[in-house]
């Protein structure tokens, strides 16, 4: 019998790509904890790790992002001159994540191109919850949801600017003894 959690879910805010997270994965677990069964718990712990699964959501996520990371690896090797293998694309999604790399790699600013790529594994988590949003894969997308958005609230144009200007600054006096 699959568990629904009509309760909990309707008790979570509605996460935003353009907004900021509301607590942190962390705080989410906690509450998790006394509102899930232990297997549905586990399977949270599960994806918020990236560890191996057998659960069709956490390997569906799990597929984007290899295929995500490969294309990345695949264009960046080809546009610096490497020899690399082919990545097969089949269905909707992988091409989707072809074309989304390239628009990503002409981007100019790199804190652009990133948010292009988290967008798209919204997009991604969004799709694989689909209309039934009080079952465990709703608590999964919501999770990794909550985690894009943790990461996506690290970026910091000001504080990236300084650590650039640092790094550049000792390029350069590096260069100079030389």
């Known amino acids: 019998m699959v568990a629904s959690y009509y309760y909990y879910a309707s008790t979570l805010p509605l996460l935003r790509f353009d907004g900021t997270p509301p607590?942190?994965?962390?705080?989410?677990?906690?509450?998790?904890?006394?509102?899930?069964s232990g297997r549905?718990?586990?399977?949270?712990?599960?994806a918020l790790a990236n560890r191996t699964s057998s659960h069709p959501f956490i390997?569906?996520?799990?597929?984007?992002?290899?295929?995500?990371?490969g294309e990345l690896a695949s264009q960046r090797s080809k546009r610096k001159g490497y020899k690399s293998e082919l990545y097969p694309h089949s269905g909707d999604t992988?091409?989707?994540?072809?074309?989304?790399?390239?628009?990503?790699?002409?981007?100019?600013?790199?804190?652009k191109a990133e948010l292009l790529l988290l967008e798209l594994s919204w997009k991604q988590?969004?799709?694989q919850v689909g209309l039934d949003v009080f079952n465990i894969e709703a608590l999964l997308?919501?999770?990794?949801?909550?985690q894009l958005l943790e990461r996506k609230s690290r970026f910091d144009r000001v504080s990236g600017n300084s650590e650039?200007?640092?790094m550049f600054?000792?390029?350069?006096?590096?260069?100079?003894k030389l």
């Open 141 to 146: 997308g919501f999770a990794l949801k909550l």
């Open 40 to 46: 549905d718990y586990h399977l949270l712990e599960t």
């Open 125 to 127: 988590l969004d799709e």
């Open 169 to 176: 600054t000792n390029l350069q006096i590096e260069i100079a």
């Open 23 to 36: 607590f942190s994965t962390a705080t989410f677990m906690a509450t998790a904890k006394g509102q899930v």
């Open 59 to 69: 390997r569906a996520w799990q597929h984007h992002r290899a295929c995500l990371e």
């Open 94 to 111: 992988e091409q989707l994540i072809t074309e989304t790399v390239r628009q990503a790699l002409l981007l100019d600013d790199p804190l």
């Open 164 to 166: 650039f200007e640092r």
